[in-house]
């Protein structure tokens, strides 16, 4: 079955960058999109950023110039660069693909 684990999260200050990490497992990591969410409480889960399985790329406008996705298809990982972090980027960021999500890790910005 497919399982997803995000690593990475914690807390930071803003202007502080943090990496994210989801290994996959149980599908053929390189024939799909992967996918990062975010979470706060009483909103909606929202879109981050999408990579296909080619490699082309799609942000939000919130996080567009500060965030990259990249993927590592020899080690079934997907990443996420976050730069210039914001106190709004305060989240739990899920990891998503095959119509499965990780258990999210907590991102915490916070002076």
């Known amino acids: 079955q497919v399982q997803l684990v995000e690593s990475g999260g914690g807390l930071v200050q803003p202007g502080g960058s943090l990496r994210l990490s989801c290994a996959a497992s149980g599908f053929t990591f390189s024939r799909y999109a992967m996918t990062w969410y975010r979470q706060t409480p009483g909103k909606e889960r929202e879109l981050v950023a999408v990579i296909s399985s080619v490699g082309s790329t799609n942000y939000a406008d919130s996080v567009k110039g500060r965030f990259t996705i990249s993927r590592d298809n020899a080690k079934s990982t997907v990443f996420l660069q976050m730069n210039s972090l914001k106190l709004e980027d305060t989240a739990v960021y899920y990891c998503?693909?095959?119509?499965?999500w990780g258990q999210g890790t907590q991102v915490t910005v916070s002076s």
């Open positions: 998503y693909a095959r119509y499965s």
